[in-house]
């Protein structure tokens, strides 16, 4: 049971996003933009 536990912790530690990824990310969601029509919603990438 002991190995399970530690297998565990090895595969989070790896899992952990890149800062790349991190800021495509945020920069891809501030240029994310909402425009309402016709009572509908529409997200619309502004770049």
């Known amino acids: ?23 495509f990310l945020i920069n891809y969601s501030k240029s994310l933009g909402i425009v309402k029509l016709n009572s509908k919603k529409i997200e619309i990438n502004l770049n």
């Open 1 to 23: 049971m002991q190995k399970n536990y530690s297998k565990k912790k090895l595969l989070i530690s790896s899992l952990q996003p890149k800062s790349e990824t991190i800021n």
